[in-house]
């Protein structure tokens, strides 16, 4: 699984691991969360992220994170039947971005219980696979601010140049946190620096990084 904050990179890095992938023949699966254009769920996410259903502020977090679930418990036995038939799979985000993003919403006192309250509805309610390796794409967040604003507008936004969690510079700040705790407390997952000495490592470079970490897991 690739994750890391807004601006880190990810859909550029699964690109290139695909390419890579399918150049050295190695069988496999993609899989790209929310599904905007494949799934119910994923055209809500899409409309509430163009702020068509009003100001997530107002929002309970643990209601923001169920349609982000649902999408994907949709697309779970799609991916059990690539494990199944021994496919490497690789998500751009997965169950980890709602753990960081819906965490990063609430209020301090009631994280924990919010953290384990997803970790149950994704995978043991909805029972979507635990996946083996994260690989957390660590940008800091003052350059990821600097790095989104430079984005062109997706597909999904339809024409606006920044979503609703892109806009909310405290939300960002915040989730850079959860997600840097979130490495701390999950063993399986592990932090590729896309910064050296100050600057942002070429795309090639953050490849290459990915890859050997693939190998060195032994997923390769």
Known sequence: MIEGTDGSGKATQSKLLLDYLKKQKISHAYFDFP????????????????????????????LISLPYAVDRWQAGPAIK???????????????????????????????????????????????????NLVLFLYVPYQISMQLIQQKQSRQYLKGKQLDINESNTKLLKQVDETYLWLLKKNPHWVRVDCIEKNQLLSRQEIHQRIVRTLQDHKCL
């Open 35 to 62: 599904q905007y254009h494949k799934s119910f769920f994923g055209r809500f996410i899409g409309k509430f992220l163009r702020g068509e259903l009003g100001d997530a502020g107002n929002l309970n977090p643990y």
């Open 81 to 131: 039947k690539a494990l199944l038939t021994k496919k490497l799979v690789i998500c751009n985000r997965y169950a980890s971005s709602n753990l960081a993003y819906q965490v990063s919403r609430a209020k301090p006192a009631l994280r924990y219980n919010l953290f384990r309250w997803l970790k149950t509805l994704e995978y043991k309610e909805f029972g979507i696979p635990k996946e």
